[in-house]
């Protein structure tokens, strides 16, 4: 998508004025509650508005699709989904009890753990809505930026933020996972 396009197509979101990131909040919102990958959706937020616009507009939406998600699992599906999976959220429970902010954080950081799946799996927890969404927002600001960067240096038709991109999601990945392995094995606070 070279220039000429990119061009044109930012113009147009331009024209839209306020409406632009109005639509982007609802349709990322929708796509997220129906659980649709969430990749795209924050691609296409650094590909429309760039970098630190479409960081804010994709936190924004994907924050409030988050509580939107919890809140509907924790008050409509917790008694049903506690008598299907009961053994399961008992064992997720206490792994999100023990983390709590840090380990939604965590979570957030892992693009390969779909967003949708963690906002309704976590409603199911304890964890208190609070730290829900401290970690929500820690996780998701950090863990959108690197596909926001990757969107906005296609829409620029560069490769390096698209390079650095890669490189990011690789430590995200990275620090993520040494986190869930530390907490698991118990070694987190021990000095380890």
């Known amino acids: 998508m070279g220039g000429v396009e990119a061009e044109r197509i930012r113009g147009w979101i331009e024209d839209l004025g306020w409406w632009a990131p109005l639509g982007y909040i609802v349709f990322y919102m929708v796509g997220t509650i129906l659980l649709l990958p969430s990749t795209p959706l924050n691609v296409s937020g650094g590909l429309i508005f760039g970098v630190a616009q479409g960081l804010f507009w994709t936190s924004f939406a994907a924050v409030l699709a988050a509580m939107v998600s919890f809140f509907y699992a924790r008050f409509l599906g ?3 989904a506690r008598q299907r999976f009961g053994g399961y959220l008992k064992k997720m429970d206490a792994e999100v009890k023990r983390g709590g902010l840090w380990y939604i954080f965590a979570l957030r950081l892992l693009p390969l753990i779909p ?7 976590a409603g199911l ?3 208190s809505s609070r730290d829900y969404f401290v970690g929500t927002v820690l996780g998701t ?5 690197p596909f926001v960067l990757m969107g906005a240096g296609i829409a620029r038709g560069s490769l390096l933020p698209f ?10 990945v990275f620090a993520a996972t040494w986190y869930r392995r530390r907490t698991k094995e118990g070694n987190w606070g021990n000095g380890c």
Request: hydrophobic share 45%; aromatic share 18%.
């Open 115 to 121: 967003y949708g799946i963690v906002n309704y799996g």
């Open 125 to 127: 927890t304890s964890i």
């Open 78 to 80: 917790h008694s049903w």
């Open 163 to 172: 390079t650095v991109s890669l490189s990011l999601i690789g430590i995200l």
């Open 141 to 145: 600001t950090f863990g959108v930026f």
